[in-house]
């Protein structure tokens, strides 16, 4: 079956500590993935995104993620966390090859950032 | 360049109504799919419309059904309302050509159910 699990519900840094989510996926073929960040009350915005090439993608804000197919993993790092980073984040994966078909979330890794 | 927009932004409903949800893709964006986040959730596909037709549907209920129009806007309907339909709607776009844009999100719509 295909799924997203982000192990981590809740994750607390101190500002200018680094940071990593962790989120691992299980997928029969090729995936997209994707890290999503929510501010409360907003929709999701798009940190960044993975299809093929380097495994390690750049992103906005100063976030990158490293795609392990090994580990079916796609952990979000960024070295010094802001405290407007404050948020939800989400990991999602999709097909490989177009647009026709559903993005699956996973639950979530909420982040406070103590000053 | 406006993104997705959604609308209304907040909505009281009481159990057993009807409610519409209406979504704008970005511009340059002709496919459209409506997602449902529960409270602590993330959130999960209700269906997704291309060329006015419904492409794929997730595993919700015929009581959730949409449309969309020639300018690629959108509706999510939903009837005979649970209080279990309480969530925030989210509208997402996305070319159907250049995927690798990734989808866009709207801001949502928060449905409370009473």
């Known amino acids: 079956a295909q799924s997203v699990t982000q192990p981590d519900i809740h994750i607390t840094v101190s500002e200018g500590a680094s940071l990593e989510l962790r989120c691992n996926y299980s997928y029969g073929a090729t995936p997209y993935l994707f890290w999503y960040v929510q501010s409360p009350g907003q929709g999701l915005q798009l940190l960044l995104k993975y299809f093929s090439g380097d495994t390690l993608v750049q992103g906005i804000k100063g976030f990158e993620a490293e795609f392990k197919r090994s580990q079916s993993s796609f952990n979000l790092r960024k070295p010094s966390v802001h405290w407007s980073d404050a948020a939800e984040y989400f990991c999602a994966v999709g097909p490989y090859g177009g647009a026709t078909n559903k993005l699956i979330f996973g639950t979530g890794t909420l982040l406070a950032v103590q000053p | 360049d406006a993104g997705v927009t959604q609308s209304p932004t907040h909505l009281i409903k009481t159990r057993g109504q009807q409610v519409t949800l209406r979504c704008s893709p970005k511009?340059?964006?002709?496919?459209v799919s409506w997602y449902q986040q529960a409270l602590g959730q993330g959130p999960q596909f209700i269906f997704q419309?291309?060329?006015?037709?419904?492409?794929q549907r997730g595993n919700f209920p015929d009581r959730f059904s949409g449309h969309q129009f020639p300018n690629y806007s959108s509706e999510l309907n939903v009837n005979a309302l649970l209080l279990g339909d309480s969530a925030l709607y989210l509208c997402?776009?996305?070319?159907?050509?250049?995927?690798?844009?990734?989808?866009?999100f709207g801001s949502g719509t928060r449905l409370t159910v009473v």
């Open positions: 511009s340059g964006h002709d496919t």
């Open positions: 419309y291309y060329e006015e037709e419904e492409r």
């Open positions: 997402a776009s996305t070319p159907s050509v250049g995927f690798n844009y990734g989808y866009t």
